[in-house]
């Protein structure tokens, strides 16, 4: 039996979403109809809006999301139903070569739904395979990982994209250490999510750069120690002269911009890591001497999600959310019902809010 929910779906390139009745079917093998509570909107969302990720509109937007599981095909034993959880775009397959390899968070073959959700008989493409601005969903059963319940929705919701790619940038990607010091640059949500990590690995400088004043204080509540603002001083020397002259043991790029990559990039210690996280445009170029690369030595890391893997750290990091040493709540900006993602669109690009959070 199909569900008839509503939806926020984007028809057409540039076209403003609109809330419509689509039909969500009762969960086969390997998969769970999850009733959504909060999904967050994320920048992903309106790349998919603007034809910016691929042409296979209708999209069946959201997925920084958190529900309950309502049902689970035949197959599935995890999660079950009642299960508080939060979703994931990467579900593990346990089988492809990253897998084998014992890297999983690599995985290069990971899950979705194999059923369609429709609009009018149509097959609607979901955002990142999850599609949860929906009041059903229906993901693959590893897409949607069990948290503790006493989470609040709206903040447990983050950790399902932004909020958990900028984390595992510092923690995991980053491999923050005790006494680190640590560059950010670009504050919106996944920057302050990497401020929050770095903190929570004990770096002993967080320094956090933007061209927004706002964000630079947002950036100190998450935990930077110090604020650069790039469009007064040039970061690059405003991070040396902050580190006694050497710059920072691990440089995080959370903007996905060429010019903030060459900054990150020189802004770093000899022998330091960059950490590329902000995702660059297919037409951005980087133009770098190759020697630089070579004589200030270190790390070069793109960070997938944080290189999260959800079955261990969702769990983890609302048990910290849940003891106060991780501040989700302050991610949410606002929330908003299901007809209220356009205009947080508009919010989104003018940076104004770090997230807008659908609470259904
Ligand atoms: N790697 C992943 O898996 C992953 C997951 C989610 C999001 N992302 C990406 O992370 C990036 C950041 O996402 P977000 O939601 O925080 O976006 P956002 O727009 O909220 O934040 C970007 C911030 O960068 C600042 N900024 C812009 N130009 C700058 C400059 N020249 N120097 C310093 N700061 C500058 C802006 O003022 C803003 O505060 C995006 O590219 C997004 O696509 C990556
Ligand atoms: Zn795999
Ligand atoms: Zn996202």
């Given at each position: ?40 909107v ?107 319940a ?13 909020v ?14 005790p ?14 999510a ?26 100190t ?65 980087i ?12 790390r ?7 290189d ?29 019902p ?14 104004e ?8």
């Amino acid at each position: 039996m199909a569900h008839e929910v509503r939806g926020v779906v984007a028809a057409a390139k540039g076209r403003p979403v609109t809330v419509e009745t689509i039909e969500v079917p009762d969960p086969g093998p390997g998969e769970a109809l999850v009733t959504v509570q909060a999904c967050g909107v994320c920048h992903t969302d309106l790349h998919y809006r603007e034809g910016g990720i691929n042409d296979e509109f209708p999209f069946l937007l959201g997925h920084e999301a958190a529900g309950v599981v309502e049902a689970v095909g035949p197959d599935v034993t995890d999660p079950a139903p009642g299960d508080f959880v939060i979703l994931n775009w990467r579900a593990v397959c346990g089988e492809c070569r990253a897998c084998r390899r014992g890297r999983p968070w690599y995985c290069f073959a990971t899950a979705n739904a194999t059923q369609p959700m429709t609009l009018d008989g149509r097959p609607l493409s979901p955002a990142l395979g999850i599609g949860a601005f929906a009041e059903k969903t229906l993901v693959a059963a590893g897409q949607a990982t069990k948290v503790d319940a006493r989470a609040r929705p709206e903040a447990a919701g983050l950790l399902g994209c932004g909020v958990m790619a900028g984390l595992g940038a510092a923690l995991l990607t980053g491999e923050v250490g005790p006494g680190d010091s640590v560059a950010v640059f670009g504050c919106g949500g996944v920057g302050d999510a990497a401020v929050a990590g770095a903190r929570l690995a004990g770096a002993a400088r967080i320094i956090a750069v933007d061209l927004d004043a706002a964000k630079l204080d947002l950036a100190t509540a998450f935990g930077a120690t110090d604020t650069v603002n790039a469009s007064e001083v040039d970061p690059v020397e405003a991070i040396r002269a902050l580190t006694g002259g050497h710059g920072a043991d691990v440089c995080i790029e959370a903007v996905g911009h060429p010019e903030v990559m060459e900054q990150a990039f020189y802004a770093r210690d000899l022998a330091g890591t960059l950490v590329q996280v902000g995702v660059p445009n297919p037409d951005m170029r980087i133009d770098l001497a190759m020697i630089d690369f070579f004589g200030r030595g270190g790390r070069l890391k793109p960070s997938w999600y944080g290189d999260c893997l959800p079955t261990r750290d969702f769990p983890l990091l609302i048990d910290l959310y849940l003891q106060g040493r991780l501040d989700l709540d302050r991610f949410v900006s606002e929330t908003i019902p299901l007809d209220g993602v356009e205009e947080a669109f508009g919010r989104m690009e003018r940076g104004e809010v770090l997230r807008s959070v659908v609470v259904l």
